[in-house]
């Protein structure tokens, strides 16, 4: 599986991207070497068993749905909070599955998603110039916590490790049991809701239906959550990396699923050298100004076996941009015999800061993106079969849109996140509504 010279470490020498500068090395090795010694957060056989789900993906018998937190924080790491980022993945989970007739692979962006890469160094809060928030990892959202802290990394990994233990009992103790009757109250009023009533409808008789022949079988019944975060602190990705000596190969065994950022994602950067040579599913994120040729050469690092469930390529253009770059992606994969998982990230595209300030996205721009995405594989002979979203479960105001209808005025009623605006629950449900008749359609 690894490559010719590839070894956990084969990163360190070459540039790398977005990683932070620590005052104190000595408390960052420490901190490190405590990390090496910790268990793993996940084993090797749930990462190959995901990425056999994901190969029926790509193959077109599943659908991934991978959505949570833009910065998990570290204060977010409460009971209630993770129930409704969980509860939110499966109501959305059994809508798509509902419309497109196909099994939904849930994977969060939990238990881990504490880095952000960021544009510029520094920001100005409240007219002082401070380093920019890097995420929980590295330093705090307070603009007094700037500075990139060694004792987050612990930090980091014991709530992870929290996080991912809750999750485990939620699904195991039957939260995740889709005829639950917890996860079919909506958000809106019955005129708001519309015709989503109708399909709600059409999915609680399915589930009555199914209770009625005795019910899903246990594999079914309870959903399982798999994790991912974006590999974006080299450092500390490494402490998480084992050998397993029964598969021969090295995993991240702090997530299932790690992701390379658009903005680290540089061919001869260290990110797709140390990413390279692990036996986990991986994503890449794939921008507007990624070339056919790029792709070519970063498959051919990334997956030059040819892997099925091996790589999701994220794309993440922006509304109304697809239709210029993605056909010529779609070919250079075919052309190459890559088997990938193609996924729609229709957030990262689409920010933009109001005149206040704040970031946001409008939903009426993620869903066009998704509508054009969807079409453009349809119509190149490639499937859709993954999407990716920045979403929470509570009910927060930070993308305008939506059956609500928050205009950019709302916004500042309840915006929370540290870093970029996520879907609410409400508008995360409505998008599940949009892309099940989607799918119903095609
Ligand atoms: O989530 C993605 C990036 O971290 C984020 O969009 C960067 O935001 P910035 O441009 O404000 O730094
Ligand atoms: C930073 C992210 O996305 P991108 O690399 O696509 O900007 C992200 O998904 O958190």
């Known amino acids: 599986m690894t490559g010719l010279a590839w070894t956990p470490d084969s990163w360190r020498g070459l540039p790398a991207a977005q990683q932070p500068r620590y005052r104190d090395a000595a408390a960052v090795d420490a901190a490190l070497a405590e990390l090496r010694e910790l268990p793993p957060l996940v084993v090797a056989e749930e990462v190959d068993h995901l990425r056999a789900l994901i190969a ?8 991934l749905l991978q959505g949570g937190d833009c910065a998990e924080a570290f204060a977010d790491c409460r009971g209630a909070i993770i129930q409704d980022k969980l509860r ?5 989970s059994v809508l798509i599955t509902h419309g497109g007739r196909t099994g939904v692979i849930h994977l969060g962006r939990i238990a881990g998603q504490y880095a952000k890469p960021r544009s510029g160094d520094t920001e100005v809060v409240d007219g002082r110039e401070v380093p920019v928030y890097r995420g929980d990892l590295i330093n705090g959202v307070d603009p007094d916590q700037r500075e990139a802290d060694p004792r987050r990394l612990l930090e980091a990994y014991h709530r992870a490790a929290a996080t991912l233990n809750h999750l485990r009992a939620l699904v195991d103790g039957g939260f995740a049991d889709l005829h639950n009757p917890e996860h079919w109250d909506l958000p809106w009023s019955r005129e708001d809701a519309g015709h989503y009533l109708e399909t709600l409808d059409q999915v609680r008789a399915s589930l009555d239906f199914v209770k009625c022949l005795g019910g899903l079988p246990e594999h079914l ?4 959550l798999f994790t991912s975060h ?3 602190h080299l450092p500390f990705e490494t402490a998480l990396t084992r050998w397993a000596p029964e598969k021969g190969a090295h995993y991240n065994l702090g997530a299932h699923f790690l992701w390379i950022g658009e903005r680290t994602r540089q061919l001869d950067g260290a990110h797709l050298e140390y990413i390279r040579g692990l036996a986990n599913p991986i994503g890449l994120k794939v921008g507007a100004a990624m070339t056919p040729e790029e792709l070519r050469q ?20 922006g509304a109304g941009k697809a239709g210029r770059v993605l056909p010529g992606l779609i070919e250079a994969a075919r052309a190459e015999g890559h088997p990938v998982l193609w996924s729609c990230d229709p957030m990262h595209g689409n920010g933009r800061t109001t005149a206040g300030g704040l970031k946001t996205r409008a939903f009426g721009d993620i869903l066009q993106e998704l509508r054009e995405v969807a079409d453009l594989h349809r119509t190149h002979g490639s499937r859709l079969r993954a999407v990716h979203f920045e979403l929470t479960g509570e009910p927060v105001t930070e993308c305008t849109g939506g059956v609500e209808g928050l205009d950019e005025a709302g916004l500042e009623r309840a915006y929370k996140s540290g870093c970029d605006p996520r879907l609410n629950r409400s508008q995360s449900l409505e998008m599940a509504f949009l892309i099940a008749q989607m799918m119903r359609r095609a």
Do not use: H, N
């Open 230 to 232: 974006e590999a974006l």
């Open 298 to 317: 970063v498959l051919s690092k990334l997956d030059p076996q040819r892997q099925p469930g091996r790589l999701t390529l994220i794309t993440r253009f």
């Open 221 to 224: 019944r309870t959903g399982e």
């Open 56 to 63: 029926e993906a790509a193959a077109g018998k599943r659908f």
């Open 88 to 92: 939110v993945l499966l109501q959305m």
